[in-house]
């Protein structure tokens, strides 16, 4: 149950710049309706003045339209068909005509020039605006584009109505998850700050609820008979029972949200378990919830969700893959070099959906060698999802703010290889083309921290483009050999 992104709305709206026959960009726009299929509203407006402008875009709203394709099917009025983005609640995006209706005398429209005067115009204005990498195109590849568009789109509207709820201080011993909040606001993120108290009471509230065996069969079902411990299900339950009612009951104004924990130390001691399976299942329905009170993990987490609409997760850019395994699995099988390769881990908070079949609810081994008498059955230390995380195509990607207040990001695209871990936790074997020089040269020099976000698919693209339409001025990757870093000795 994947309601917590938006459903995309597109309208489309067409320009037209007076001095050229309003038919010729009315016609474009319904070859690109027709191009696209199903779900793209057509707006009847044809904008050639701001009056129009306005009634084009009060057209869309009435419609439910929550994005927007403004499209220049002639030179279009620069003034008007960027006041739309001013008038319009929502990301809009620009595209133009390309030539090649047959008649190069009253069937030219001049949008490839027009989308240069566009682009000044929003700027001048300090307006948003999606503008593909080129703009200009037939019917054909206009519609996909706009297809294109979608998932950044849906982020862009998530981001404006989330807020991130988190429960405890950041951890001193995790100084790298603690980042200014004031990143969040700049690009409409909204945040409530609890302490772990406030969430011990909720929980406590909680107890014996009636809903609590329904999720205690929903967990069986899910993990599958050998797969949990039974004594620990309604204790689950009753925290996962508690996250909901808390998102549902302090969302406020917004409409979604996600959340950032403190799970450690005194998490397990005083709520009897370990917070990351059910901290797995809700992100297996869209709502992230960031460990070690993560809030740009978390809000990297949710960006991730909104661009795949699939789960995703968070992990440590752990460990280094040993040679052995490196030998024995990879090398000739793979066309990797060892230094492509690292281990993506965490405790238990990836959704089971992405694991191998073996995965199973198991116990923090760190943390019963802390909390719990040596030798003793683990207790309060069980409740994490363990097992290797299965071989997919990955996007490893983070949003930060900096110590200076300045968002930046990075995304790098790469896979988890089908090779077995042996080790504990949840965990996998990445590979990223070239990440032993973007560990250092982005990740180190950069001052990153050791969380990273995890779509499971190659999302760079949309990323990117979510993150510059951010504003994001520092988006990193993976370069490639022949690209060196700025920082990299050329000797």
């Keep these: 149950m994947f309601n917590n992104i938006p459903d995309v709305k597109l309208g489309i709206i067409a320009v037209s710049r007076d001095c050229f026959p309003i038919a010729l960009s009315e ?103 999606y503008i593909p990498e080129y703009p200009v195109g037939t019917a054909k590849e206009c519609a996909q584009m706009i297809k294109e568009f979608i998932p950044i789109a849906r982020a862009i509207i998530g981001i404006k109505s989330l807020k991130i709820i988190t429960f405890g201080a950041r951890p001193q011993d995790f100084f790298a ?74 969302k406020g104004s917004r409409q979604y949200v996600a959340f950032a924990d403190k799970c450690w130390p005194a998490f397990p001691s005083q709520f009897g378990f370990e917070p990351c399976y059910v901290n797995s299942r809700l992100a297996a329905r869209g709502i992230p919830v960031a460990c070690e ?93 363990e097992g290797d995380i299965a071989a997919s195509p990955i996007t490893f990607y983070r949003l930060q703010c900096d110590s200076e207040g300045e968002l930046r990001s990075y995304i790098a695209q790469g896979e988890v290889l089908d090779v077995r871990t042996q080790s504990f936790g949840g965990i996998g074997v990445f590979a990223i083309p070239e990440m032993g020089r973007f560990y250092r040269h982005v990740l180190v020099q950069k001052r990153y921290p050791h969380h990273g976000a995890v779509a499971f698919g190659h999302y760079g693209k949309a990323l990117f483009e979510v993150f510059k339409y951010l504003g994001v001025k520092d988006i990193a990757y993976n370069q490639p050999k022949s690209l060196p870093y700025a920082t990299e000795n050329p000797f």
């Design 293 to 385: 009170v993560d809030i740009y993990g978390a809000l990297s987490e949710y960006i991730g969700a909104c661009v795949s609409a699939d789960a995703v997760t968070l992990l440590d850019i752990n460990n280094s893959v040993p040679a052995y395994i490196y030998d024995k699995d990879i090398k000739g099988t793979y066309n990797y070099d060892i230094t492509d390769t690292f281990m993506g881990f965490h405790c238990g908070n990836t959704p089971q959906c992405k694991m191998c079949a073996d995965r199973a609810v198991k116990y923090q081994l760190i943390q019963h060698r802390v909390l719990e008498p040596a030798g003793s059955e683990p207790d309060i230390s069980r409740g994490t999802l």
């Design 27 to 129: 016609q474009r726009r319904k070859n690109i309706v027709k191009a696209f299929g199903k779900g793209l509203y057509e707006c009847p407006v044809t904008v050639e003045n701001e009056k129009d402008a306005q009634a084009a875009v009060e057209n869309v709203k009435k419609k439910g339209c929550n994005a927007l394709v403004v499209f220049l099917g002639n030179f279009g009025p620069e003034t008007p068909e960027t006041l739309i983005a001013k008038f319009f609640d929502g990301p809009c995006m620009f595209v133009a005509a390309a030539e090649g209706d047959g008649d190069m005398i009253n069937g030219r429209g001049d949008a490839y020039c027009g989308m240069l005067n566009c682009s000044y115009n929003l700027g001048m204005r300090h307006l948003k605006g």
């Design 177 to 250: 998850c603690n980042a200014p909040i004031k990143g969040l606001y700049e690009i409409g993120v909204e945040i409530e700050e609890n302490s772990e108290l406030d969430l011990l009471v909720a929980y406590k509230a909680h107890a014996n609820d009636p809903r609590i065996p329904d999720i205690c069969k929903e967990m069986a079902a899910e993990m599958g008979e050998g797969k949990y411990y039974e004594d620990l299900n309604a204790r689950m339950a009753q925290f996962e029972l508690t996250l909901l009612d808390w998102a549902e009951q302090h």
